[in-house]
Nanobody
Framework: QVQLVESGGGLVEAGGSLRLSCAAS????????MGWFRQTPGKEREFVAA????????SYADSVKGRFAISRDNAKSTLYLQMNSLKPEDTAVYYC???????????????????????WGQGTQVTVSS
């Protein structure tokens, strides 16, 4: 069982920055592919970013590319999402997710989908005011 706890959400003005964190339980965090997703009321969960087990490969949704950065600290079992130049349309609940049994190779298209992730956090609200 993997437990994920997000933090760092809040209210920020457009153009501002936030850093989200996701603390994971378990001793094998370094073997998980990790992702960030977001969701607004009435809409499906949307891919934001993903990162390979050692952090050597990352992928982003086009809507956040160049503004957001995903990273991980395997020694601390923590995933991060640095969000810069925030826009009102970034307002959502942000979720971290884990695939504890990743494929032998990292696939951007595969990990942009909800399906591969077995574990999800409870979410943290990000609100960007205009």
């Amino acid at each position: 069982q993997v437990q994920l706890v997000e933090s760092g959400g809040g209210l920020v003005e457009a153009g501002g920055s936030l850093r989200l964190s996701c603390a994971a339980s378990g001793r094998t965090f370094s073997t998980y592919v990790m992702g960030w997703f977001r969701q607004t009321p009435g809409k499906e969960r949307e891919f934001v970013a993903a990162i390979s087990t050692r952090g050597g490969s990352t992928s982003y949704a086009d809507s956040v590319k160049g503004r957001f950065a995903i990273s991980r600290d395997n020694a601390k079992s923590t995933l991060y999402l640095q969000m810069n130049s925030l826009k009102p349309e970034d307002t959502a609940v942000y979720y971290c997710a884990a695939d504890p049994s990743p494929r032998t190779y990292y696939s951007s298209s595969y990990y942009s989908r909800v399906g591969p992730y077995d574990y999800w956090g409870q979410g943290t609200q990000v609100t960007v005011s205009s």
